[in-house]
Every structure is written in structure tokens, then in C-alpha cells.
């Protein structure tokens, strides 16, 4: 139990354009979902927290124009990357949190996007 | 914010052996999580364990949140123990801050 899927998993695009990606928790409800990511030989750094049928939550100096949070059911989120540049090229990571009442105890990892911009 | 530091940076080992890492954090926490990062990225859960001790086969860990630690031991390693290990906090609210990861090499 407590998968969560990601889709695509490598992502290869021309500056400029928009990419999106999805996060699916396959088994549970996820009220609350999360996005991470991770620059090389780093460790992963918190974007935003998404929550189902609300605006997300960013994390201080992420751009909410460029990185658009949609959470739209409770078993579905996603990232879109508009405009994505080189420096955007990262691996991205999201996770889903139960949905136990308010309280969130573990989260649930998904396997990533590798995405990389020309 | 609360700052989590693991140690050691980089092991690495020969089949066979064991390890501890350690992850220190530098104000109470409600939760604590050790995952292991395959070399795909995929992230494993290995350890929700806020307090206490907890064992799964080889692996196994302690959370002593009086004192701001959390350690993960590995017996008698093997290749595919390979990977980064890192421990995720939650203070106060709901978000996991990582710490900064055990990048470990297991050789055969």
C-alpha cells in the first residue's frame, strides 16, 4: 500500500516551453501533496505544499507564476513548469500525506521526474 | 529554522560490514523518517520513528528526541545498500525538512 506514481519520469525540453507533471497516489486519499526538488549530490528542498481544493502554499523564493500548483482531486497533483529554463533543470519530487483528519504523520514518496531543459 | 545534520557525509564500506549514520536536529520534532535514495532517485521508506527503536532485518534505528538525535544501522551490508540515506523532520508544522544525506558506496 502507499504508492504514489509519477508521470512523466524523464522529461526532455526546448527552453521556453511548459511541462507538466503529475503526482497520483494510487491507493490513498491525499488531502495534502507536496513538491520537492533536488539539484545534484543535494538534498531534496521543500517547493510547495498542495492541498486539495485550495490554492497551494510556496515556499519562500520559489516563483508561483513560473511553477503552477493545480491539486484538483484528492488523489491528483500537478506541476507545471512554464517557461522552463536550463537553470530549471532538476529532479522533482513529490509526496502525498494520507488523509488522516488534520494531523499528517508520514509522507509517501513518488519515484520522480528527471526533467531537463536545452 | 531547525537545522538537521547527518554524518557521516560519505561511507564507504566493504560487503559484509555494518555502519551507523547519524542525524542530528537542532530543536524538538514531532516527526522523524529515514529514507534511502536508490541510484534512480527513487526515495524508500525505511523508518517512520518519531521515538524509540524500530528494527526491519538488517536495518535498524533509534530516535532519542530528548537528546536532538536520530541513528540508522546497517548490519552486514551489501552492494545494494548503496545510495544516499537521509532523515526528514517535522517541527511544529507539516513539512519535512531534509537533512543533508549519508551518500553511501557498499563494494563487493
Known amino acids: 500500500g502507499a504508492v504514489v506514481s509519477q508521470h512523466p519520469s524523464r522529461v526532455i525540453c526546448k527552453s521556453g516551453t511548459s511541462v507538466k507533471i503529475e503526482c497520483r497516489s494510487l491507493?490513498?486519499?491525499?488531502?495534502?501533496m507536496f513538491w520537492y526538488r533536488q539539484f545534484p549530490k543535494q538534498s531534496l528542498m521543500l517547493m510547495a505544499t498542495?492541498?486539495?481544493?485550495?490554492?497551494?502554499?510556496?515556499e519562500q523564493g520559489v516563483e508561483k507564476d513560473k511553477f503552477l500548483i493545480n491539486h484538483a482531486s484528492l488523489t491528483l497533483s500537478t506541476l507545471t513548469v512554464t517557461s522552463a529554463h536550463p537553470e530549471d533543470s532538476s529532479f522533482y519530487i513529490c509526496?502525498?500525506?494520507?488523509?488522516?483528519?488534520?494531523?499528517?504523520?508520514?509522507?509517501?514518496f513518488g519515484p520522480g521526474t528527471r526533467l531537463t531543459v536545452l | 529554522g531547525i537545522q538537521v545534520e547527518q554524518s557521516p557525509p560519505d561511507l564507504i564500506l566493504q560487503e559484509g560490514a555494518n555502519s551507523t549514520l547519524r542525524c542530528n536536529f537542532s530543536?524538538?520534532?514531532?516527526?522523524l523518517q529515514w529514507f534511502h535514495q536508490n541510484p534512480w532517485g527513487q526515495l524508500i521508506n525505511l523508518f517512520y520513528?518519531?521515538?524509540g527503536t524500530k528494527q526491519n532485518g538488517r536495518l535498524s534505528a533509534t530516535t532519542v528526541a530528548t537528546e536532538r538525535y536520530s541513528l540508522l544501522y546497517i548490519s552486514s551490508s551489501q552492494t545494494t545498500d548503496s545510495g544516499v540515506y537521509f532523515c526528514?523532520?517535522?517541527?511544529?508544522?507539516?513539512?519535512?525538512?531534509f537533512g543533508t544525506g549519508t551518500r553511501l558506496k557498499v563494494l563487493a
Open positions: 509526496s502525498a500525506a494520507p488523509s488522516r483528519g488534520q494531523v499528517i504523520n508520514e509522507q509517501f
Open positions: 491507493d490513498f486519499q491525499a488531502t495534502t
Open positions: 498542495s492541498n486539495e481544493g485550495s490554492k497551494a502554499t510556496y
Open positions: 530543536d524538538s520534532v514531532n516527526n
Open positions: 520513528i518519531p521515538s
Open positions: 526528514a523532520v517535522i517541527a511544529g508544522t507539516y513539512k519535512y525538512i
